[in-house]
């Protein structure tokens, strides 16, 4: 899944950015400007770790604005039937 994942974030650029910006904000419950595991998990009860993982594209352990917008344009996200 990675490669492709990678190219839809190479490709994406800020199509996706403004729809994730609403999403992403509401989901950083602590305002650190990176989504973890557990703040994932709160939107989306149903995200496996190999989810988490497949969107943590640069490996840190957290979700940027930038992999969820990806993880989103990829439908990779659970809540991701439209939009
Ligand atoms: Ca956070
Ligand atoms: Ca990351």
Redesign the pocket.
């Known amino acids: 899944m990675k490669p492709m994942i990678l190219t839809v974030a190479a490709t994406l650029g800020l199509a996706g950015a403004a729809f994730a910006q609403a999403d992403f904000t509401s989901m950083?419950?602590?305002?650190?400007g990176?989504?973890?595991m557990t703040?994932m998990l709160v939107a989306l009860p149903t995200l496996t770790e190999d989810g988490f993982v497949a969107m943590d594209t640069d490996e840190d352990g957290m979700i940027s604005q930038e992999e969820l917008s990806a993880a989103e344009q990829a439908g990779l996200l659970p809540m991701s039937s439209e939009g």
Do not use: G, Q, T, V
């Not at 950083?28 to 650190?32: F, W």
């Open positions: 950083d419950a602590d305002n650190d990176m989504l973890s703040e």
